[in-house]
């Protein structure tokens, strides 16, 4: 029998962060694959520099405010910093201690 490969959109409500490792892991509890490179999101917060990089903060998000590292090597970002962006990009890898990392593929002014 042929594997077919599925998607799912999963809409959070405004100002709640799920945790992606927690969305895999419920996710494989289920009895489905999920990985976690394939995990695609689309949030809202402001772009700040730090250290030679871009953070997104997110400070309208419970139970915290969440901080990811943005990768992107074509665009420059230096013109929306300050400024309440969308971005949407590919969960990246998390370590202790550092932020995730999101692997942008589009971001827009709001």
Do not use: H, N
């Amino acid at each position: 029998m042929e594997k077919k490969s599925a998607w799912v959109e999963i809409k959070i409500k405004a100002g709640v962060w799920i945790d992606p490792l927690r969305l895999v892991k419920a996710i494989a509890e289920a009895g489905y694959q999920a990985r976690r490179d394939d995990i695609l999101l689309t949030l809202t917060g402001t772009l700040v520099r730090e250290k030679g990089g871009y953070l997104l903060q997110m400070s309208d998000v419970k139970p915290e405010p969440q901080v990811l590292f943005v990768q992107r090597d074509s665009v420059v970002l230096e013109d929306l910093v300050g400024v309440p962006v969308e971005v949407e990009g590919f969960y990246g890898t998390q370590k202790a201690g550092v932020p995730m990392t999101l692997r942008l593929l589009k971001i827009q002014k709001l």
